[in-house]
């Protein structure tokens, strides 16, 4: 796989920047596993440094499954009202609806510790952080509710 063909695909995994995604190949000697590692742990540093800042502004999205006999709510919260706008924030919180629906968590605590139900090489807590790392805010779950019949 040619070192373009790997930020590309790393690229679409992460939603990172190309700097980003570079710079990791490069630290990873070009190993697109250990490449996503190094993304992951900045991820992780990003995530912390912004965990203190407070969040006031986000969303509320549902996922209804195709039966209509399940749905979800999830309240997504981050520091800004332009970040709330952005799409790419109102797909995670679209996203964190399915996960809900799909796998019905009783806590917030097992919702952050599931694998990600699109990619399970990931948790919920290590999707929010590549989303912190890609908007540059805090974000969190506010709380989220599962309908059934």
């Known amino acids: ?3 373009l063909s790997k930020v590309k695909d790393l690229r679409t995994r992460t939603g990172l920047s190309f700097s980003e995604v570079k710079n990791a190949l490069d630290e990873a000697g070009g190993d697109v ?3 996503m590692e190094v993304l992951k742990a900045h991820g992780i540093a990003v995530a912390e440094k912004k965990s203190s800042r407070q969040v006031k502004e986000g969303v509320v ?5 195709s039966t209509k006999k399940l749905g979800a709510l999830v309240e ?3 520091e800004t009202d332009f970040v709330a706008r952005n799409v790419e924030f109102q797909k995670l919180v679209h996203e ?3 996960q809900v629906a799909a796998t019905k968590p009783g806590t917030l605590e097992d919702l952050l510790s599931q694998p990600f139900i699109k990619d399970q090489d990931i ?3 290590d999707l929010i952080n590549q989303y912190i790392a890609k908007l ?3 974000i969190q779950i506010g709380r989220f509710e599962i309908f059934e019949i």
Do not use: F, P, Q, W
Request: aromatic letters at 4%.
């Open 33 to 35: 596993a250990r490449a």
């Open 61 to 65: 999205d549902a996922y209804i499954h």
């Open 96 to 98: 964190l609806a399915m």
């Open 1 to 3: 796989m040619s070192d």
């Open 136 to 138: 540059g805010e805090n």
């Open 76 to 78: 997504v919260m981050c």
């Open 123 to 125: 948790t919920v807590k």
